[in-house]
């Protein structure tokens, strides 16, 4: 894709509208994502961010679908989990980690989800470098995006897919049931733990929403960390996170999230009909890349493997 610089789109009357639903919402890129893309690629739609807090999630959605122009919606942190109920089909990687993070509406009125989540984390992975098979791995949070990198670092066959993932989470019973139910449909070792200790895995994950916050502690203890072991943060915002700076700083491959949405952008556009727009990406996503990434990390985008200590702690451009 090239780096052409675009117009923002034009809305009309025949704009097709998709929503993007979280509480908070603010930390989503997806809108900084996919409206420059849908300009660039002569594509009459708009993706809006709407907060809605999780006790009108129900009634919103089902008003929202009403309105013959909203063609889906995509779904982050808390919604991706409670949605399932709304819908009337979903995809088998949706239905295992009992979650979406896409919603269309077909031909026939009928709501279906898909997720994308795990997917577009396993893709980051082998983008960064960092090796999953036959790996022990640490998942913290237990929600729908930390199910969805759970389901797809335990597919597949035994020589392709993390020999222990254990999940944490604070709250009492969700990490359990999540590795109830993913452990139950492909037989992979899934566990809950009872804490978030980091010593002995090599891969951890931030699932969780830490970090959001400037104030938010750290999701682990960075020194704790084995000398060999990754860390990726997915929290979309304040990049380099805390702990991502903490992790390099001892010299670890600890990466930011965003890699993760990239790597599912076409899945979506594919979900959503746009299919020439997903070959676009698929072929270079170099663009999306110079978006969103912030400038303190614009050195990364052609060098992700290279560990800068340095500028990432002290959060200043390279």
């Known amino acids: 894709m090239s780096s052409t610089a675009c117009h923002p789109p034009v809305i009309s009357g025949s704009t097709n509208v998709y929503l993007i639903l979280g509480d908070p919402v603010e930390q989503v890129l997806a809108p900084e994502t996919f409206n420059p893309l849908f300009a660039r690629c002569g594509i009459n739609a708009v993706l809006v961010p709407v907060q809605v807090a999780p006790e009108d999630l129900t009634s919103f959605v089902k008003t929202a679908f009403r309105a013959k122009n909203i063609k889906g919606m995509w779904l982050t942190i808390p919604h991706k989990t409670p949605v399932m109920s709304l819908l009337d089909r979903c995809s088998q990687v949706g239905s295992l980690a009992g979650a979406v993070n896409a919603i269309r509406r077909n031909a026939d009125g009928s709501l279906e989800g898909g997720l994308f989540d795990g997917e577009g984390f396993v893709a980051s992975l082998d983008y960064f470098q960092m090796d999953y098979a036959g790996k022990r791995v640490l998942i913290i949070g237990a929600g729908g995006a930390a199910a969805a990198i759970a389901a797809s670092l335990t597919g597949g066959s035994l020589t392709t897919r993390a020999s222990e993932v254990a999940l ?13 139910r993913i452990a139950s449909a492909n037989g992979a070792f899934i566990h809950d733990t009872a804490n978030a200790d980091p010593a002995g895995y090599d891969l951890v994950i931030n699932a969780s929403p830490l970090g959001l916050k400037p104030t938010d502690p750290l999701p682990c203890d960075v020194s704790r960390l084995a000398p060999h072991a990754a860390l990726v943060d997915i929290v979309m915002k304040n990049q380099p996170t805390p702990v991502v ?74």
């Not at 944490?168 to 109830?180: R, Y």
């Not at 992700?304 to 990432?312: I, K, Q, S, T």
């Open 168 to 180: 944490f989470d604070p709250a009492p019973g969700k990490a359990q049931a999540v590795a109830l």
């Open 245 to 318: 700076r903490a992790a390099r700083a001892r010299g670890l491959n600890a990466q930011p999230g965003f890699e993760m949405l990239i790597q599912q952008t076409h899945l979506y556009l594919d979900f959503f009909g746009f299919t020439e727009a997903a070959q676009i990406v698929r072929q270079d996503a170099s663009t999306l890349r110079q978006q969103i990434y912030p400038q303190t990390m614009q050195c990364e985008i052609h060098s992700p493997m290279l560990a800068r200590p340095a500028c990432a702690a002290a959060n200043m451009p390279c």
